[in-house]
């Protein structure tokens, strides 16, 4: 918190009513959008920019992403790009390197920019069940696996 809001909450503190407002935390919510044109592009930045609360907003046509930052909710800047008219969704990808096993069927998408997968569930058991103990004991990638020669 800087020190700009610590007085602003001091001052309406002591001087105001005894009610001390909750703002809403500062959100990042990432938009996928299929923008064609410049105009399509303004046009979808300043109805994300007009929402109140919004501190920035980032338009990246090439990979169809749109970046707002403030205390919006994400539901409302979502139906604000889509009364634009165009098809717009809440951004479906991962970066590639944060997903634990990517080669899942449902993880690879066409439309996906460079570097990203989708958030698909993975295809992996869980390591606790007793079949995934068993084959583990045994297996090449257990450093503590039993060996039989």
């Known amino acids: 918190m800087g020190l ?17 407002k909750r703002r809403k935390p500062n959100q990042t919510v990432e938009i996928m959008v299929k923008m064609d044109c410049d105009g399509c592009e303004r046009r979808i930045k300043n109805a994300a920019s007009s929402i109140k609360g919004v501190k920035s907003v980032e338009v990246n046509r090439k990979q ?5 930052i403030g205390y919006a909710e994400p539901s ?14 809440f951004w479906p990808y991962v970066p590639y390197n944060l997903v634990a096993y990517p080669y899942v069927a449902q993880a690879y998408d ?21 079949d995934e103990r068993l084959i583990m004991m045994f297996s090449d990638e257990n450093p503590h696996a039993c060996s039989i020669m």
């Open 110 to 130: 066409k439309k996906a920019p460079a570097g990203y997968v989708k958030n698909a569930t993975q295809a992996l058991s869980v390591a606790e069940a007793p």
């Open 64 to 68: 169809s992403k749109v970046t707002v």
């Open 76 to 89: 409302k800047v979502l139906k604000r790009v889509q009364s634009t008219g165009k098809k717009a969704e």
């Open 4 to 20: 700009v809001d610590f007085l602003s909450d001091y001052v309406s503190y002591r001087f105001g009513s005894r009610k001390k």
